[in-house]
């Protein structure tokens, strides 16, 4: 895996990919109306009812039959509200209805991951500088090697554990990781500013393991064994779900990466081909679209962060026809054929990198 | 946006509360009670937004944040004009008469909030707005072609400083132009009920017999209240409507404390008037502006930026987006990508025309949120930063 080849296109062509793609966009952000805010209210519902039905199930079931329900709908209601609604509300998707509810500034979802972090990591970092090695904190997360340009280390014999780990816990791993531990190691933050962050990450850690681990549990009384075990298990099938979706946007096989120099003078226009790129797509129903929070558009989000995601069905074979009609890659397969291709490169980079003969 | 011109002071008078059980109850309970439901801690359990949802899926009017008012009559004025006559929650507060409230209402899945007087009794069970349908207004028209009674609007509290004092003086004016009828029509409607026995001219100015709101309810007011002399002025059969024929209609015009509103062309000539003839009786009124497409000036014209809560104000130079204006006028927004992706600078433009830097497009719209690194003052802008 090596830095992304300059474009072939020409200038002229870049700028008419650009004026394409705003038009596809437009298509849709010009006709945005009642159905887009009920299909988002909609899933609030499903995913409060799933709550309320996991929970009860856990609290006050019998058998482990229930309580198997009893997890699988906690965690259903957990994957909605990270996924679809508070992924795809904190990127502003939903800021044109003037809801407050649906504010991206201000909404806070049920995980380890505070807020606030959350929109700087992901929504400032990641989509801006999207595969932007040294830029683009969301590649291997600091802690894997995904390309031959990362400086093979020692610690990297563990890469296969560390991502199991990483997968197990990926709430944990995403809510550090605005913290920047490395950069604070190397004495580019100050302690004042790094002890501010891992603050506000350890206030929201608390939070949810009060409300999963201790209130819960207790509310539940002689059932306190019972629910805490389904509120783990729950948040284990979210986390083992997210890192799977997320880990197939970005660290498949043909996704480009990129030098920061290269991409000091870009265009609006470089600018979608490197997101176009930077992210691949996962086939599937609507219901799989659902539960990934329609990251399995991970293309047509990367190009329009702000459109409502359920709309990203309805955009991709125009932003497909435009990929054939430039020759660019549209990176797309089945979530088994996307993850294999991962699990290939964090193996591979395992490995030091073998010698060149001089 | 209704604003009044006499200072807040002048007119002070105790906001008339509903006090029966139930109300006192609710006012008690819920303060406390959404204070905790704010609570981090508590909202990272439940969110207020889902409590809220939850009451309301219980009965349409209940909530802990917000007034809501059912639809119970739809009363149609004139050809173009309805009133809607509202029973509030418990939340409502009261009014003064000539006070207005918002209304909120979500159309086409986007929330808009207008501004409409009062047209009810203070004090009354129900409130009362009265709508003008406008060819071109977005919610004039979904109030008149959609809403029906029993329906639920979100409104606010009621709002406003164009309102009589508690110690009334001995003559009054109330003055009003077509659709302006209706803040004057609660405080013709609140001086029977408070018993007035001072003496009042209601004046109104309208084309048309058939274009007389509330030609019914006057009548009957104009009956029981010994202290009333209604005058309407029709402009269509008595001509153009002019100070002096004001004048001539209310010779003692000197000496009554006046409370008016209507179109802001017909105000402007009465106030020049009043002005001019330097009239010693305080005049009020309450404008009524509906939301302007601020003309907006060439690329690159300085225009001015004040933030909303006063604590700066500057002038743009050249072309560059707020963001970057802001910041050489020495201020430090919370920012992000600086291109338009990560929302970080969003924030509320209270008024004031902006153009999108990614699409061209100008908007004048009030309290719309904005991205400034990629919004271009195109005239004077209020934000809310």
Redesign the interface.
């Known amino acids: 895996m090596s830095f992304a080849k300059p474009t072939t296109l020409s200038r002229e062509q870049v700028a008419e990919f650009e004026r394409e793609v705003n038009a596809i966009r437009d298509g849709v952000m010009n006709h945005l109306g009642q159905a887009d805010v009920d299909h988002m209210r909609n899933m609030i519902h499903v995913s409060r009812a799933s709550e309320i039905g996991g929970r009860a199930l856990l609290h006050f079931g019998l058998g482990p039959l229930s309580w198997v329900a009893g997890v699988l709908a906690l965690a259903n209601a957990k994957i909605l509200d990270n996924m679809e609604i508070g992924h795809n509300v904190m990127h502003g998707q939903y800021d044109w209805t003037g809801d407050p509810a649906l504010n991206s500034q201000t909404f806070e979802w049920d995980i380890a991951c505070d807020g606030e972090q959350w929109r700087h990591s992901h929504n400032v970092t990641h989509h801006t500088y999207t595969n932007i090695l040294g830029k683009d904190r969301d590649l291997g997360y600091s802690l894997l090697r995904m390309t031959d340009e990362q400086k093979w280390k020692p610690r990297h014999w563990f890469q296969p554990l560390a991502n199991l780990m990483l997968a197990m816990g990926f709430q944990y791993g995403v809510g550090s990781h605005d913290l920047e531990i490395g950069r604070y190691k190397h004495g580019a933050m100050p302690k004042a500013e790094f002890k501010a962050r891992l603050d506000r990450f350890l206030t929201k850690v608390g939070k949810v393991w009060f409300k999963d681990y201790l209130l819960f549990p207790a509310l539940a009384l002689w059932s306190a064994p019972r629910v805490l075990a389904g509120n783990f298990c729950a948040n284990l099938i979210r986390n083992l779900w997210t890192y799977l979706i997320i880990f197939c946007g970005h660290f498949t096989e043909g996704v480009a990466i990129y030098r920061e120099e290269d991409t000091r003078k870009e265009t609006r226009g470089d600018w979608y081909i490197r997101q176009l790129s930077g992210s691949s797509n996962l086939t599937g129903g609507r219901l799989f679209h659902i539960m990934s929070g329609h990251l399995s558009h991970q293309i047509e989000h990367h190009l329009f962060p702000d459109m409502p995601a359920h709309r990203y069905p309805e955009v991709a074979p125009q932003i497909q026809a435009l990929c054939r009609k430039y020759g660019l890659f549209y990176n797309t397969g089945s979530l088994f054929r996307q993850y294999a291709t991962v699990m290939k490169r964090i193996l591979t980079y395992t490995l030091p990198p073998k010698r060149v003969p001089v | 946006m209704p604003h009044t011109s006499p200072p807040a002071t002048q007119l002070q008078t105790p906001v008339a509360l509903r006090r029966d059980g139930i109300v006192r109850l609710a006012h008690g309970v819920n303060a406390p009670l959404v204070a905790a439901l704010r609570h ?2 508590v ?3 439940v ?1 207020l ?2 409590v809220e ?1 939850a009451l309301a899926a219980l009965h349409p009017l209940l909530s802990l944040t917000q007034v809501r008012a059912r639809v119970v009559r739809v009363n149609d004025e004139t050809a173009s004009t309805k009133t809607f006559v509202l029973q509030p929650n418990a939340l409502w507060l009261g009014a003064q008469a000539g006070q207005y409230v918002r209304v909120q209402m ?1 159309i ?5 909030e207008r501004s409409y007087s009062l047209s009810s009794r203070p004090g009354s069970r129900h409130l009362a707005i009265t709508v003008k349908r406008q060819d071109q207004g977005l919610v004039s028209r979904h109030l008149h072609d959609k809403v029906k009674v029993g329906d639920v609007l979100t409104i606010s509290q009621a709002l406003g400083e164009f309102s009589m004092p508690v110690d009334l003086p001995g003559k009054i004016l109330l003055l009003s132009a077509g659709s302006g009828i209706t803040p004057v029509m609660a405080m013709l409607r609140d001086l029977q009920g408070r018993r007035y026995q001072g003496d009042v001219v209601f004046l109104h100015v309208c084309h048309m017999p058939d274009d007389l709101i509330f030609a019914r309810q006057l009548a009957a007011i104009a009956g029981e209240f010994a202290e009333l002399s209604l005058v309407v002025h029709y402009s269509t059969a008595e001509g153009r409507f002019s100070p002096e024929a004001l004048a001539l209609e209310v010779p003692d015009l000197a000496q009554r404390s006046t409370w008016m509103c209507g179109p802001i062309g017909f105000m402007d000539v009465v106030a020049a008037y009043w002005h001019a003839q330097g009239l010693a009786a305080p005049l009020f009124s309450e404008r009524f502006v509906a939301a302007p497409l601020l003309p907006s000036t060439a690329h690159g014209t300085p225009v001015q930026v004040s933030l909303l809560n006063g604590s700066a104000t500057f002038t743009t130079q050249g072309t560059e987006p707020l963001l970057v204006q802001a910041e050489r006028a020495g201020l430090s927004p919370k920012h ?2 600086r ?1 338009g ?4 600078c ?1 924030c509320v433009k209270t008024s004031g025309t902006v153009e999108n830097l990614q ?1 061209g497009e100008l908007s004048s719209t009030p309290n719309e ?1 904005i991205r400034l690194c990629v919004s271009m003052a195109r005239s004077d802008v209020v934000l809310a930063l």
């Open positions: 981090p801690w909202e990272s359990i969110r937004s889902a949802d979500e086409a899945g986007r929330r808009v992000g990508c291109i992706i990560c929302r970080s969003q699409t949120l």
